[in-house]
């Protein structure tokens, strides 16, 4: 433990990357830093958070949660509860939060749970960076299947579900339709950037 405490040490400015098992999380951080990250199409292949360190900056890709394939009930709930205890630690450094959502079926997994009378476990991890403070970008993936003449209502809704009162158009500072698949991630890429010019970070600028 105290191995992993050494090599984090001096790190200022943390991106943590979260978000439903399977939507890309992985594959985006892949895209953003050329690194050969473990990209897999089943459902819950990272278990423990993967991190990457440029000087003081840290980007932390933290297991998917909600459904794994292969992983019993009782697991997937130990990953959720690891990934809320690593996100409260670590509030202090955490200086932007990259919730990814599968921008095709963030809808239709919505309203599975409301009938449910529950809340998705995607909206309560929203609600729990608000609270936490932390400058949230909402990287909306796979767009690139939704049809391009219901882009803009899709993501409405979305930003609706999300308590941001649309149209989307008006978040175009937390919000970033991407497609980590086409390679497509300028609009996630420009975000980052403008959080860490805002921090007078430009110097990371490179790693992006």
Known sequence: MAKKTDELEGINFEIIFSGRSNVGKSSIMKELTGKNLKVGKRPGVTLKPTQIRYSDLLLTDLPGFGFMSGVKDRKQDIVKDQIVRYIEKNADRINVAVLVIDGASFLEIVQRWEERNEIPIDIEMFELFREL?????????????????????????ICDKLNMLPPWRQWLDSVAPISAKKGDLKSLKSLVRQRLHNEKRDDLFKYF
């Open 133 to 157: 403070g932390f400058d949230i970008i909402l990287a909306v993936n796979k767009v690139d299947k939704i049809k391009s003449d219901e882009l803009d209502a899709t993501l409405d809704q």
